[in-house]
């Protein structure tokens, strides 16, 4: 079974930066998309950025020139560095990897999500 762990998250102003990461541990074979959504109270779960094995990457259109998404596959982590938050930023962030255990096929594995409040 693969476990996620998140963390970075937490309060900050408008216009400010916070890191996520999410870190993953168990018998992993090979790791292949890992992603970042988020879900706001009374709205559906988004997906925010991603990643593959290849390090080509995608955006969601309200975070594009301001957040980034990294992975260091010798640490299975995934990082989402934000800058210049906007209050509608606010939400539980979720990470998500795509990974293969020894001998299985490609599963989901979702982390427990960390809460970012952007607020003055």
């Known amino acids: 079974q693969v476990h996620l762990v998140e963390s970075g998250g937490g309060l900050v102003q408008p216009g400010g930066s916070l890191r996520l990461s999410c870190a993953a541990s168990?018998?992993?074979?090979?790791?292949?998309?890992m992603d970042w959504y988020r879900q706001a109270p009374g709205k559906q779960r988004e997906l925010v950025a991603s990643?593959?094995?290849?390090?080509?990457?995608a955006y969601a259109d309200p975070v594009k020139g301001r957040f980034t998404i990294s992975r260091d596959d010798a640490a299975n982590t995934v990082y989402l560095q934000m800058n210049m938050l906007k209050p509608e930023d606010t939400a539980d962030y979720y990470c998500?990897?795509?990974?293969?255990?020894?001998?299985?096929?490609?599963?989901?594995?979702w982390g427990q999500g960390t809460q970012v409040t952007v607020s003055s």
């Open positions: 998500k990897i795509a990974a293969v255990t020894p001998g299985g096929v490609p599963h989901d594995y």
């Open positions: 990643i593959t094995t290849g390090t080509s990457t």
């Open positions: 168990g018998n992993i074979y090979a790791i292949y998309t």
